[in-house]
Nanobody, 115 residues
């Protein structure tokens, strides 16, 4: 089992920044990759970014150049630095851990970008 706890969401004006954190605990050695997804009401959950155990990253086109995923292995924490936020970035952001045959999810944290 893997447990994920997100933090760092909130409200920010367009052009602002936020950093989300995802604390990971449990059977960490089974994790193959970590990622961030986001979801707005009535829509599917979309990939934002992923990072593998070897450090390879992948980003959705809509966030390239603005968002950065990173990890601190000593703290078992994954981060999502979000810069130059836009109103269309407003969503619930979920941390995900990909195991061998199962994806674990956090509870989500709300990010609202509004003037």
């Amino acid at each position: 089992q893997v447990q994920l706890v997100e933090s760092g969401g909130g409200s920010v004006q367009p052009g602002g920044s936020l950093r989300l954190s995802c604390a990971v605990s449990g059977t960490i050695f089974i994790i193959r990759a970590m990622g961030w997804y986001r979801q707005t009401p009535g829509k599917q959950r979309d990939l934002v970014t992923t990072i593998t155990t070897s450090g390879t990253t992948n980003y959705a086109d809509s966030v390239k150049g603005r968002f950065t995923i990173s990890r601190d292995n000593a703290k078992n924490t994954v981060y999502l630095q979000m810069n130059n936020l836009k109103p269309e970035d407003t969503a619930v952001y979920y941390c995900a851990a990909q195991g061998v045959s199962y994806t674990y999810w956090g509870q989500g944290t709300q990010v609202t970008v509004s003037s």
